[in-house]
């Protein structure tokens, strides 16, 4: 072996802090960063000109949509908020980890006494806390709104279980992005696949499970976020098994039998978890054994 | 405990093709250790494997007696790295981003100020501490780097090309910079493609070519052993030397060989005896009076061996 003359220098004692502060610093760096960035704004303003919208048909047409205050949380918050999930959770997560290893910032924070499952933990709760500022905006106009129609008292109770539980939706789908993210090396295939996945390819899965399988398709995470909105509806199923409702209709001389499905709110929660934790243990894993190459 | 970096049995391949080759390599106390190779020989593979970024299929890497794959955080946690030139979020000023750097390594909150402070002031980057790093040059962004590998008074610096990107003011304050490290019994671990700064900033030299190390030592013993037992000294003068001036006068110092005008103002002396008859040779030049400005290893005589040794394997 080679070696060379020794020569002595201090060492000096280190104190690197734990992983847990070590991921709140990060956290709070990573969001620093999604907040200045171009994407951010760009989120607020769909979020704004989404609020803008409703609020103009809404106020337009009133209607059945502010015939109760139920109605109204349930449509204006129901549809919006699952989109929003998905779309914030593609735009903060879709290249949260390829884009480490193609804009090269991961090297900056390789080279730290930091380990890769802290990055990885820092950088999703940044990606979360992004998400939520934009779900907060977008229920910030939500409450301008009913609070006008309905004034302040007549916030119904679903609403806040609804907030937890797209929060939950949230996770999962963030979880889901981080581990396709974690697939690639390149930001464009993390973003285009999270994109396609979450925008069409679930819901196509979905059709496709209870068309030609005709079971439940309780294992494809779009199924269990009509949760956020079903949860407004009066007879909702709280339970762990979804509802199934066949409806037969005559077309012609052909019969034709069409099945539904409703997740369960207990369902769709264990749905969502499912997922997060699987494709949380997923994507860590993948990305405790990427190489910056 | 002297500062130290070891590479035990360093393998890695990819595939059928094996980039590095069973490295065994120690490096202890404060010094420079330039680390050369043409392109693809494996040095940033092995800098990559001795920060964790990927890892061996062989062997083992320590930094101060802590091995990287098993103690990644503890290992990391006394040494300056910069590896491949890398991103800062663009968002981020040259503050903020080394205030990010000391906060995760943990630098008391009070000492941040002064550290961060002195990084971009030896980096010159102070006039820029409070600009976005999105907006800056390639040079500019390796300066900060530096700062961030240097932030936290490192005992141990790993740079994988710190001059790459930099202009020729950019690339003579990094080599300042590490000499200041130096004098801080730093170890320095440098890999490099440019032969002057190895000569002008190292103390050691390790050569890699095809995944293989092909020798490491002092740089005085490196050229002394592939040029017959000789090394080279480059003086350089602030006037032209009379031609009979020197090699009447030196040579009768021991271990002296060849003296060779490179020019009016310059000369390469050959010598053996290491660096005692170096600097018995230093001495006796300025003694002269003839306007001596500097002496330094003979960067072609690196060359030199360079081009023969990597020559040798095609």
Not at chain 2, 238 to 256: F, M
Request: glycine share 10%.
């Amino acid at each position: 072996m080679a070696t060379a003359q020794v020569t002595e220098a201090p060492i000096r004692p280190v104190a690197t802090p734990d992983s847990l502060q070590q991921i709140t610093k990060l956290t709070r760096f990573q969001l620093y960063e999604y907040v200045r960035s171009r994407r951010f704004v760009a989120m607020l303003g769909i979020v704004a000109i989404i609020g803008v919208i409703l609020t103009a048909l809404v106020g337009h047409y009133r209607g059945g949509l502010v015939s109760s205050n139920i109605a109204f949380y349930g449509s204006f918050w129901g549809g919006g908020a699952s989109f929003l999930v998905v779309l914030s959770a593609v735009i903060f997560g879709g290249d949260a980890i390829a884009g480490e290893f193609q804009n090269k910032t991961g090297y900056f924070l390789m080279g730290l006494p930091i380990r890769r499952a802290t990055i990885y933990v820092g950088k999703f709760l940044a990606a979360f806390l992004a998400s939520v500022v934009v779900l907060g905006f977008y229920l910030l106009i939500l409450l301008g709104n009913g609070v006008f129609y309905f004034g302040s008292g007549a916030l119904p109770w679903q609403l806040p279980v609804s907030l937890i539980i797209a929060l939950v939706y949230l996770a999962a789908v963030l979880g889901t992005t981080f581990l396709f993210s974690s697939l690639f090396k390149t930001s464009a295939y993390g973003f285009a696949l999270t994109a396609i996945l979450f925008l069409i390819g679930f819901s196509i899965l979905q059709a496709l499970i209870v068309d030609l399988v005709h079971i439940e398709p309780w294992m494809v995470i779009s199924y269990a976020n009509s949760s956020i909105g079903n949860i407004f509806n009066p007879t909702v199923n709280w339970g762990i098994f979804g509802t199934i409702t066949t409806t037969s209709t005559r077309i012609g001389r052909a019969a034709v039998t069409v099945t539904t499905y409703t997740a369960g709110i207990a369902e769709s929660i264990v749905i969502m978890i499912g997922y997060l934790l699987v494709t949380a243990v997923a994507g860590l894993y993948l990305f405790e054994r990427e190489e910056f190459t | 405990m002297p500062p130290s970096l070891e590479m035990r049995d360093l393998t890695k391949q990819y595939g059928t093709f094996t980039a590095l080759t069973a490295l065994n390599l120690k490096l202890e106390g404060g010094k420079c250790v330039g680390f050369l190779g043409p392109n693809g020989a494996g040095k940033t593979t092995t800098l990559k494997m001795l920060t964790d970024m990927i890892f061996p299929t062989q062997g083992e890497c320590f930094i101060n007696g802590l091995s990287v794959q098993t103690d990644r955080k503890r290992a990391l946690a006394e040494a300056g790295v910069l590896i491949e030139s890398p991103e800062i979020y663009p968002s981020l000023t040259p503050n903020q981003a080394l205030e990010m750097v000391a906060d995760l390594r943990g630098i008391p909150v009070p000492e941040r100020p002064g550290r961060i402070r002195s990084a971009l002031e030896e980096v010159k980057m102070t006039d820029w501490a409070d600009k976005r790093v999105g907006r800056f040059s390639k040079g500019m962004k390796q300066r900060i780097n530096i700062a961030a590998a240097l932030v936290h008074d490192p005992s141990v610096v790993i740079l994988d090309e710190p001059s790459t990107g930099l202009d020729p003011r950019g690339m003579a304050e990094v080599r300042t910079i590490i000499r200041g490290l130096k004098k801080s019994q730093r170890l320095i671990f440098m890999s490099s493609h440019i032969l002057s700064e190895v000569v002008d900033v190292c103390d050691d030299v390790a050569l890699i070519d095809r995944g293989k190390l092909l020798f490491y030592d002092t740089l005085p013993n490196v050229t002394a052993r592939f040029s017959d037992g000789k090394s080279s000294l480059d003086l350089q003068f602030a006037r032209p030397i009379p031609p009979d001036a020197i090699p009447g006068r030196i040579g009768a110092l021991p271990g002296i060989g060849d003296v060779t005008f490179l020019d009016p103002r310059r000369l390469r002396i050959k010598y053996t005896g290491g660096v005692e008859t170096q600097e018995r040779l230093v001495e006796s030049v300025a003694q002269m009076h003839l306007g001596l400005l500097s002496a330094a290893a003979s960067e072609s005589a690196l060359e030199e061996i360079y081009l023969s040794q990597i020559s040798r394997g095609d």
